[in-house]
């Protein structure tokens, strides 16, 4: 299988998508934020690092980040594919990728980049509901649980993400424009790009990708 990455703005959908994508393709999931909010549960020294840069909107810095991403993705489930979500976000950690990639036999095959509109992201993001057990997300009214306020999958209460408040989703929007969607020209240029539509709906969104992957297997 593929070495993948996922990329798009915050409440693109890329967490649904890396999900239904991991789950058909058998690929390890490494997804940035969950990494960074599990050491952040757990209180590593990490965690302690990471938790008002994150809960404030802003990046994790380079060098903490590319050390992480580096450690998981020379682990052997990694060997035969993967799907990086989140990660890389800047400029400088898509350079630092693209040397250790090949180094550690993980070089990039394909970029996924899910674009939305900016009112649509807020509005996602503002109606987002997390599961802090398993991570699946909802929506209050758009994905809604059976139960209210309780996880489908596995019965914990959801939770609202402390950076999915107005003032951190502007810093993350910020961000997003200055420091990551200058990705999307240098994987371009790699011959790696592939754009989707964000707004065609999960289930279309997940056809198209899968097609995408299945001809590049
Ligand atoms: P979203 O895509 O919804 O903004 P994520 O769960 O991917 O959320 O990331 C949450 C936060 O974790 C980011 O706002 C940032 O603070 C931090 N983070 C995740 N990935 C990276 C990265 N590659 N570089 C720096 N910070 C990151
Ligand atoms: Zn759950």
Redesign the pocket.
């Known amino acids: 299988m593929a070495n993948i990455i996922l990329m798009g703005?915050?409440?693109a959908g890329?967490?649904t998508q890396a999900k239904r994508i991991v789950d058909a393709f058998k690929l390890p999931h490494i997804?940035?934020?969950?990494m960074?909010?599990e050491a952040i549960s757990q209180g590593t020294p990490l965690g302690l690092q990471?938790k008002a840069?994150?809960e404030r909107?802003?990046?994790?810095?380079?060098e903490l980040?590319i050390g992480l991403?580096k450690e998981r993705l020379s682990r052997d489930d990694c060997a035969e594919g993967f799907l990086l979500?989140?990660?890389?976000?800047?400029i400088p950690?898509a350079e630092a990728l693209k040397v250790l990639g090949p180094e550690i036999g993980r070089a990039i095959d394909l970029v996924i980049d899910i674009s939305v509109p900016d009112e649509e992201l807020v509005r996602r993001?503002a109606g987002r509901r997390v599961c802090p057990k398993c991570g699946a997300s909802y929506h209050i009214t758009d994905m809604k649980p059976k139960k209210e306020g309780i996880c489908d999958r596995c019965g914990a209460e959801l939770i609202q993400r402390k950076?999915d408040n107005a003032e951190s989703l502007k810093v993350?929007l910020d961000?997003y424009y200055k420091q990551t969607a200058p990705l999307i020209d240098f994987y371009e240029k790699e011959g790696l790009y592939h754009h989707f539509d964000g707004m065609v709906g999960a289930d279309n969104l997940f056809k198209e990708i899968q097609t995408l992957l299945e001809a590049s297997k």
């Not at 997804?31 to 969950?34: E, K, L, P, R, V």
């Not at 909107?57 to 380079?62: E, F, N, S």
């Not at 979500?85 to 800047?90: A, E, L, Q």
Request: proline share 12%.
């Open positions: 703005p915050p409440g890329k967490g997804s940035t934020g969950d960074f909010r990471a840069i994150i909107g802003d990046l994790v810095p380079d980040t991403v979500d989140g990660f890389p976000r800047t950690q993001i950076d993350r961000n």
